[in-house]
């Protein structure tokens, strides 16, 4: 099965069940992948998804995570720090190394950088490419 780490504006254009992404939603649902998350990874989920939308739709999406038996809590041991442009995407980085993800779904050009870096190798997807995976 698939090790993915979701980044924060891609889980949130999943959520809603008119988007166009819903399957990345509801494939993490029906065990379709194993999201890997860290605790940075889940206070960020919470803390912008309550600024897009309301408090209540962050605690509910949270809950959700926290109680799915698809969602992997990773504790990073290691801050790579290979995301020199925004640092605070490495949270998203270091979890995917950690978890010895399959890749990263992202549409942030930060981690564009990836690419070039030949160790660790970590794959980075667009969320429509992820959404087709899930379609297939």
Known sequence: MKRVVLDTNCLLASISSRSEFFVVW????????????SNDILAEYEEIIAQKATPTVAKHVVDALVDSEYVEFIDPQFKLGLIQKDPDDNKFVDCAFAANATFIVSEDRHLDVLKSIEFPKILVLKLQQFASMLNR
């Open 26 to 37: 509801r494939g993490l649902h029906e065990g379709r992948y194993i999201l890997c998350v």
